[in-house]
């Protein structure tokens, strides 16, 4: 991540020392009862964090994200009130290593039920070109694995978890985007909320299985839709398809890095050049909530299309689909226009 848009620590710091006059996290008791009978008190990061716990929790929780619509979520900044609200959560769900403001402010909140949905699956790094390589059976054999270790996950978190995050060595944090991982996290938040409110862990269960089924059905959707491209290559302004193109045996060519709004260089076009008309690529893809400029120089010089691949950090009234299942739909099918499936 680009350090010149990490926020300094002793800026949050000092916005927990104004929005908060007490540190002091509810316990589990508290937060089974959520407040005498009201609901459970979810704070979650940013849009993926917060689809899950939606439709996990369900009528028992209420979500507050931190992350407004149309807010590219690497950029935030935290008010001290944001801040202070999360020291308030029942329950906290987030993704280390995409927003190191989030990350500080938990750190210091003392909320007992946090959740980092890095610990329910497994981090890897990827650089701007990103192949498949089997990864489906690679995943399918993590999946039990993972699923079991997220039920500890949250309890035994610490700084040393041995997981390699985004602001450390370029681990590459967008999990969200391969269904299959990100059905290892849902399956670890539903344990995580079982634990956190026992009082309605039948309905988490019954959730998270529901989920977990939904998001099955999305990533045979994406096999099945991928499986005989024209080319494999695909463009994008943003290196955050990564897990998606090793999922499903194709190659991600990024113009820029993980970074959304980090600027390419001119020997890397000139590479997207070369490797466009090399692997017969026909489409530059740009996201909703980050600027298509590059992405269209691109394709003018190249005569290339341009076409939306959304990487889902936030749903807005641009967004092409109402929720996280719509917008995945939506870029299967761009995928497979670009990519000349059947």
């Known amino acids: 991540m680009n350090v010149r848009r990490l926020i300094p620590t002793t ?4 916005a927990v020392v104004l929005g908060l006059t007490a540190l002091s996290a509810c316990s589990t008791s508290d937060a089974a009862d959520g407040g005498n009978g009201d609901k459970l008190k979810v704070t979650a990061s940013f849009y993926p964090m917060q689809f899950l716990a939606e439709r996990i929790g369900g009528e028992h929780v209420a979500v507050t994200s931190l992350t407004k619509p149309g807010v590219e979520p690497h ?3 935290l008010t001290p009130r944001q801040i202070g609200s999360i020291s308030e959560s029942d ?3 987030y993704l280390k290593g995409i927003q190191p403001a989030v990350d500080d402010a938990i750190k210091q909140s003392g909320v007992q039920n946090t959740v980092d949905a890095a610990t329910l699956t497994t981090l890897e790094n990827h650089g701007s ?10 995943g399918e054999e993590h999946a039990d694995e993972h699923g079991h270790e997220g039920e500890e996950a949250h309890e035994e978190h610490s700084e040393g978890d041995g997981h390699n995050h985004g602001e450390e060595g370029g681990a590459d944090p967008h999990i969200w985007l391969d269904p299959v991982k990100y059905a290892e996290v849902a399956k670890g938040v539903g344990k995580s909320l079982e634990k956190a409110d026992p009082d309605h862990a039948a309905d988490y269960k019954k959730n998270t299985d529901a ?13 099945t839709g991928l499986k005989n491209p024209a080319t494999k290559t695909f463009i994008t302004t943003h290196s955050a398809f990564g897990y998606l193109a090793e999922r499903y045996g194709l190659t991600q060519q990024g113009i820029a890095g993980i970074d959304p709004e980090a600027e390419p260089s001119p020997a890397r076009i000139q590479e997207i050049h070369t490797i466009a008309e090399k692997e017969k690529a026909t489409t530059v893809f740009f996201e909703t909530l980050a600027s298509d400029r590059t992405a269209k120089t ?5 005569g290339l299309k341009t076409g939306v691949l959304d990487p889902l950090e936030g749903i807005t009234d641009k967004s092409q689909g109402a929720d996280y299942i719509e917008v ?5 099918a761009a995928l497979q226009k670009a ?3 059947k």
């Open 11 to 14: 800026a949050v710091a000092g």
């Open 328 to 332: 995945m739909e939506s870029n299967l």
């Open 211 to 223: 989920l977990v089924a939904e998001l099955g059905e999305l990533n045979t959707a994406y096999e």
């Open 298 to 302: 691109l394709a003018k010089d190249t």
């Open 339 to 341: 990519l000349g499936a």
């Open 75 to 77: 950029d935030l900044e």
């Open 91 to 93: 329950y906290v769900l």
């Open 129 to 138: 070109e990103v192949s498949g390589h089997d990864h489906g059976h690679e």
